[in-house]
């Protein structure tokens, strides 16, 4: 028998249940999500899929693809750059997804704007491109962070700005806030000061602390805040926390549209910000013979060409979808969701007692959110190479993630890659094969493995990875004949 939560039903699989609903009592006040992915996620289920990869994409529900889809057939949108009925009809709409995503974030109108952008990293291209850096500024960077935030230094740098990071300390791989405080500290009164690091690290899953917005603004640092990896199962409230950038990705909050992301911006930073180039639709007026421009104000001066007119109106569908769903009640079930996996993974021992798994961040759902990154460590003691685990998991239809997840400086330090293994293997002037870098800078695996939870995330899902992990115990598998590796 199939329960409502997809897990079939047998005493062992029942009592396994019942110890996960007794440590995670609240979990049971998350059935609402059960009955919302049998309501709207059906083809998951149907087609057998154990999704194991929202901090990649969000899924998005049935209702929300159908919604837009009526609203495109019922009425005639043209672009927005003009005033004729059709033109202002999609003006509206766009209008309406910006005060959705305010709304939806509690940001105040007067104090925050949203620009439009393709995606996350597109929001922070805006900003890398257009933040006053000086040779007397600093950029600031946790070692935590995606490489669409690590590519802000080379504008750091390009415009003679210090840059600098700060490490991670195992074992959870957290900022050590201590350090952090010295180095916003050390700045001195330079111009154009700027911290960057995520609420959720989309390697480890560790959450920093949002307190350091306030900490870092009273040395007198702008705040870039990147959420793409938090905002999916946790509430961001800007009207109690105040970052200048907030970057992000829709697809990843609630599955589509894809190719729209959006950056919040204070408006008192916004004013700071000084663009590399004009084009159309971010000018009032640019002239050929006068040789000027001058750009639109407020967010209009920072969306290149056309918005995704047809695609925004998915956004407030998106957010009104996600909003009715309760994000309070999809961070609660995430949270006991992978307290269970990480407990259940962490009781994995081989025979001779060894552990079978190796995490990468905290072990407890403390500070911490749904991504959980491991290796999978053989009798002998050794992890398992990515190219043995990854089809594995694919022919068992699990979509997990393998590899560095665009954060290199996490699975540095996950790995304990010490900085002048790095700097003695990034000097040759070739990219070296990846096995071979892979081998040089001691990653065992060639990485980790991804496991991320979501909103419509349930026990089969937890109990089906732990079965797919607990399929190593007590095997070496056979590494002889692999291919050559694609990504690190
Ligand atoms: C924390 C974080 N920041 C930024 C990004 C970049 O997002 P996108 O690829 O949608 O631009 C990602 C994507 O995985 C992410 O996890």
Known sequence: MTTVDGRRSTPIVD??????????????ETHVLDELRTREYGRLDAQGHVYLDYAGGGL????????????LSAHVFGNPHSDNPTSAAATAL????RAAVLSYFGAAPDEYTVIFTANATAALKLVGESYPFTPSGSLLLSADN??????????????????????????????????????????GGGDGRLFAYPAQSNFTGVQHPLSWIEVAHARGWDVLLDAAA??????????????????????KMFGYPTGIGCLIVRRSALAKLRRPWFAGGAVVVATVGGDAYHLAGGEAGFEDGTVNYLGLPAVTIGLRFLS?????????????????????LGALCHRAGDRLVRFYGPRTTEQRGGTVAFSVINPLGRAVDLRVIEPLAAASNISLRAGCFCNPGAAEAAFSVAPDVLVNVYKEPELLPLDLL?????????????????????????????????SFLDTVPDESNLPPRQHC
């Open 438 to 470: 892979v081998a040089r800078l001691g990653m065992e695996g060639g990485g980790a493995v991804r496991v991320s939870l979501g909103a419509v995330s349930n026990v089969a899902d937890v109990r089906a990875c732990v079965q797919f992990v607990q």
């Open 324 to 344: 009715a769903i309760g994000i309070d009640a999809v961070h609660e079930r995430v949270r006991c969701l992978t307290g269970w996996l990480l407990d259940s």
């Open 94 to 97: 766009v209008e309406e997804a």
């Open 60 to 71: 998005y529900g049935g209702s929300q693809v159908r919604e837009h889809v009526d609203q």
């Open 230 to 251: 938090f905002a999916p199962t946790n509430r961001l409230d800007l009207s109690r926390f105040h970052p200048d950038f907030v970057p992000l990705s829709f697809y």
């Open 15 to 28: 009592a396994e249940i019942a110890t996960f609903e007794r440590a995670y009592p609240a979990y049971a």
């Open 146 to 187: 995606h490489n669409s935030v690590n590519g802000i230094r080379e504008f750091a740098r390009a415009r003679g700005a210090a840059t600098s990071y700060v490490a991670l300390t195992a074992p959870d791989l957290r900022v050590d806030e201590g350090q952090l405080i010295g180095l916003l500290d050390r700045a």
